[in-house]
């Protein structure tokens, strides 16, 4: 049998369950002490990005901002300003309080003279109560997808899937989370994107297992607990070859849009490397030993019921 | 046996599909619309309440409020202007290769509300009761001080309302912006009203306000993206490169792994991504930064179909099957999984849709036309081409598929 020689990913459960439980507990603790680290789109206020196509450091873009301070064109407190871009030629600030076009362009200014180089801008602004509605929006899309796939997998499958593929993808989703927490990395719109889509990749992933599982169901006897974990076993190595071929597919995509992408998608891209690594992860590790979990019980009830 | 009738028809469609792919492309590419983020504009979601407090909020007005916007917009010389209105208070703008972007800008957010206000601020005449287009600049014929004549709609109504306040002011505003004040002496019975202004080039700017259509609600920012030209141009080339980037690695990838497969299934690849932007272009839609996204995702995913067919054909081969029985088999069973993953996909996708907004919606939208469009070509146009190359026994050999001959089982 070829469960013999190789690793039983069911046996090891419990060592992958801790390290998903720690990853998520760690999320979970900086997130109510530290909060998410929102962008305007969740949080209301203006964002500027400005591009100056010259090289920055942060001293000097610290000395005009204050210079704006004392001047008193600048009243609205802001986030530490991150530089970025491909020769470090672009600046993002973000802005508790909604910028004026007046401020905007002084800003803009600003830093035209100081470097004297034509800039260009993006700016975001976001109301609070639009801000507030799009963060409960989200939370919504994420409940409806989850109890639609839910009920779309109970009812080609069974329960006990729904499950199981409900736990790793939530688990999916709350690891992006999580990493973009404990990272301090900055979460807005094309974030939820990359959340929800998550979700998308890594159902997909499970489907594929769950799909041999049940495959095999058919044509096997399961008498003893030891049946039950070789048979799911099999499973997860007769599909490996495609869960690491399709994973590898998506991370070439993903990991071209961070690496080669524009800098305004490259944290969309961070958000699915880290979501379709996670869901290829919880599809091999979590999902299946998850289903075994429940599945087990309803094997040993029947014998029960025989004996 | 070759048989040639199932090759060359294979070939022929290869070259024929190509070909359009090759012609139509350039000019595919050119027509595709660009969203603001790509080629730098503005984007502006506005929340309208009604002038007056108290006043219900109707869907007509709402639509009347856009068609304004739209008009300003249009006036102003931007091309396409996209105005949509949002559930039931709201209006989103988007104006997209911008150049004089400051003026744009101010005008779209001045609603130019014209309103006759009685002394005590309460307004009697708006907007809507005064003729479209129908203001201009006149001369005073006594003082030959500049004016601005407008018109209204109904001459009963302006009877009723002159003779209301008569003996009282009759205060003429634009937006909150007092324009002039003139005392009513006895009711007029006329469709004619002016407002007096002090120099010429006053009166025309107030002329052209008047003229882009009078604002019928008011109408607040609740959200602006403003994108400079320069930098959508440089996303869009970034963008696109490392789309570029990714396809290429993604054909090496199954070419070298999946061999004569893996030509095939980069073929219908190239396949899915024309199409997508035939019916994107067919559509008349956007082409925005989530937009490109999706669809090198969705490209993703449409390999993910390929690959997992091809490697269930693997396993039917490697358990001893011929290579068509093995593509027989394999297809059946892969289909099920495919389709199961792309309809939980298009769940996500509908509940994005209409759960998510502007950016989120242009992402859903493509990851919904993917899931679709990749089911037609890497999944049935895919397996029709491999059906005709192993039927035409092109492809008898398991090493074609990537398959050592030693790990083969008998059956």
């Not at chain 2, 669809?295 to 001893?320: K, P």
């Amino acid at each position: 049998m070829l469960s013999k020689r190789q690793y039983s990913f069911v046996k090891n459960r419990n060592t992958f369950f801790a390290i998903s439980i720690l990853i998520c507990i760690v999320g979970l603790a900086v997130m109510l002490f530290a909060g998410m680290n929102f962008g305007v789109d969740f949080k209301a206020g203006t964002n500027i990005d400005l591009v100056v196509g010259k090289q920055m450091d942060k001293a000097k873009v610290d000395e005009i901002m204050n210079g704006l301070k004392t001047n008193g064109d600048l009243k609205s407190r802001f986030a530490e300003p991150t530089i970025g871009g491909t020769n470090s030629d672009r600046v993002s600030i973000r802005f508790d309080d909604v910028l004026t076009d007046d401020v905007i362009n002084k800003i803009q200014n600003a830093f035209a003279t100081t470097y004297s180089a034509t800039v260009s801008k993006e700016v975001n602004t976001v109301d609070p109560q639009l801000a507030k509605e799009l963060l409960m929006k989200a939370v919504y899309a994420v409940g409806i997808a989850s109890v639609l796939i839910c009920v779309y997998v109970s009812i080609r499958f069974e329960w006990r899937f729904a499950i199981a593929a409900i736990i790793a993808i939530l688990h999916d989703a709350w690891i992006v989370i999580a990493i973009f927490a404990i990272f301090r990395l900055e979460v807005n719109l094309p974030f939820l994107a990359a959340v929800l889509t998550t979700i998308g990749y890594s159902i997909n992933d499970k489907i594929v297992i769950f799909d041999r599982i049940r495959e095999n169901l058919r044509f096997s006897k399961l008498k003893t607990d030891e049946d039950l974990v070789a048979l799911v076993n099999d499973s997860i190595w007769q599909t490996m070859a495609r869960n690491v071929n399709t994973v590898l597919v998506v991370l070439l995509a993903a990991g071209c849009l961070f690496i080669f992408g524009s800098e305004s998608i490259k944290l969309f891209a961070l958000a699915k490397l880290v979501g379709l690594t996670s869901g290829a992860y919880s599809s091999i590790f979590i999902a299946c030993s998850l289903w075994y979990l429940l599945k087990r019980k309803s094997l040993s009830s029947k014998k029960k019921a025989a004996a | 046996m070759l048989d040639w009738k199932r090759i060359s028809f294979f070939f022929l469609t290869v070259i024929v599909v190509l070909g359009c792919i090759g012609a139509t492309s350039p000019k595919l590419v050119e027509r595709i619309k660009l969203g603001l983020d790509l080629k730098g504009g503005f984007e502006i979601l506005y929340t309208a309440e009604p002038l007056t407090a108290g006043q219900p909020l109707t869907k007509e007005t709402l639509t009347q409020a856009a068609d304004s916007l739209a008009k300003r917009a249009d006036s102003l010389g931007v091309a396409e202007p996209e105005v949509s209105t949002e559930g039931t208070d709201r209006i989103r703008v988007r104006l997209a290769g911008v150049q004089n972007e400051e003026e744009v800008r101010s005008l779209m957010s001045k609603p130019a509300v014209l309103t006759f206000r009685g002394p005590d601020g309460t307004v009697y005449l708006n907007g809507t009761d005064f003729v479209e287009n129908a203001a201009k600049l006149s001369y005073d014929p006594n003082t030959k001080q500049p004016i601005v004549e407008i018109k209204l709609k109904d001459r009963q109504k302006f009877k009723d309302v002159t003779t209301k306040l008569t003996g009282s002011t009759l205060s003429i505003y634009l937006d909150d912006q007092l324009q002039s004040s003139a005392a009513v002496n006895y009711p007029i019975d006329s469709d004619s009203a002016i407002i007096s202004q002090t120099n010429v080039n006053e009166a025309t700017k107030t002329v052209k306000l008047i003229n882009l259509g009078a604002m019928p609600l008011k109408l607040t920012e609740k959200y602006i993206q403003r994108v400079d030209a320069t930098l959508g141009t440089a996303s869009l080339h970034q963008t696109a490169r490392a789309g570029l980037i990714a396809s290429i690695l993604i054909f090496l990838f199954m070419v070298i792994y999946y061999r004569v497969p893996g030509l095939v299934a980069a073929f219908t690849l190239i396949t899915y991504i024309w199409v997508l932007l035939a019916v994107f272009d067919f559509m008349n839609a956007t082409l925005t930064l989530p937009g490109i996204a999706a669809l090198v995702l969705g490209a993703g995913m449409a390999v993910d179909a390929n690959i997992i067919t091809y490697e269930r054909i693997r396993e039917e081969i490697r358990a001893g099957k011929s290579v068509l029985s093995a593509l027989k088999a394999g297809s059946k069973h892969s289909f099920r999984t495919i389709m199961d993953a792309n309809v939980t996909n298009l769940i996500a996708g509908i509940v994005l849709y209409y759960v998510g907004n502007g950016a989120i919606r242009g992402f859903a939208v493509i990851t919904m036309m993917s899931i679709i469009i990749s089911i037609l070509t890497n999944v049935i146009l895919s397996r029709w081409l491999l059906h005709l190359i192993i039927r035409g026994n092109l492809l008898k050999k398991p090493s074609y598929f990537g398959v050592k001959e030693a790990d083969i089982r008998a059956l």
